[in-house]
């Protein structure tokens, strides 16, 4: 094993964006900037089945998420989760993604999104708790900013 990644020359990495840069120190009362993150996202897909609209707010620096379910007439409000953001690196603090969990009456769904360029790509995993013998099922949908 490569001395860098067991520990033995500083704390272990998994990718080359984990170590820090030379002469980088440990912020000091600087959390994650979520505001890239923030705002009404709309789904690309006005046809979409699964998630039409999502919602990140701000509660003390920590990501809220809202989700909004694909049904009709209207969509489906899932209600807020909080969420934890995610920076591309250890030395930068603007939020690149985020994941919330919701534990619906019949669903687990877990959601991981990130940016990538001006679009919020988000994957939502969804495990069926109830007796229906639904298999558990994976959806990627893309939304942006109006």
């Not at 990644?5 to 002469?23: E, F, I, K, S, Y």
Request: hydrophobic share 40%; aromatic share 10%; net charge negative.
């Amino acid at each position: 094993m490569r001395p860098e990644l067991d520990g033995a020359a500083g704390p272990p990495v998994t990718r080359t964006a984990d170590r820090p840069a030379r002469g980088w120190a440990p912020p000091t009362g600087r959390p994650i900037d979520i505001r890239p993150l923030l705002g009404a996202w709309v789904n690309y897909d006005e046809t979409s089945t699964g998630i039409t609209r999502i919602e990140i707010g701000d509660w003390q620096g920590c990501p809220t998420v809202r989700v909004f379910g694909a049904d009709r007439p209207a969509p489906i409000d899932w209600g807020e989760a909080a969420g934890a953001a995610f920076a591309d690196g250890v030395d930068t603090v603007e939020a690149v993604a985020f994941v919330a969990n919701y534990h619906l009456d019949f669903v687990t769904v877990i959601l991981a999104g990130y940016l990538n360029k001006r679009l919020l790509v988000v994957d939502a995993y969804s495990a069926f708790t109830d007796s229906s013998r639904r298999v558990d099922s994976f959806k990627r949908d893309h939304f942006y900013l109006p």
